[in-house]
């Protein structure tokens, strides 16, 4: 999202340009709803992250993403599964085990 190239542990390279996906995902920042809630880094584990995306999102319903991922993935996981309503979980789907 902001153009600059960055290798993944998974294996995966961004181009050092803002993609077409990395402008889709910027504009996504911009939604505002009580039904919108975005997982950001935590201050602790990336500041500068932390800070950028404080900035950039217009919505209040952030939430850190520590917990759906790593120790916390199987719970949020087992929970996101059985929701009875509409419900989109942007991420990424090379990640490891790839559920």
Do not use: H, Q
């Not at 600059?4 to 998974?10: D, R």
């Not at 050092?16 to 920042?29: A, P």
């Not at 950001?40 to 800070?51: G, K, L, Q």
């Not at 850190?64 to 916390?72: D, K, Q, T, Y």
């Amino acid at each position: 999202m902001c153009g600059k190239s960055v290798k993944a542990n998974e294996g995966w390279v961004s181009p050092n340009y803002i993609s077409k996906l990395g402008k889709d995902l910027l504009l996504t920042l911009e939604l505002d709803g009580n039904n919108i809630f975005y997982g950001i880094s935590c201050p602790c584990c990336d500041p500068a992250a932390y800070v950028w995306y404080l900035n950039k999102i217009k919505n209040r319903n952030i939430i850190f993403a520590n917990l759906l991922v790593n120790g916390n993935y199987k719970k949020f996981n087992d929970k996101f599964s059985t929701l009875k309503r509409d419900a989109i979980l942007i991420a990424n789907y090379r990640a490891k085990d790839k559920k």
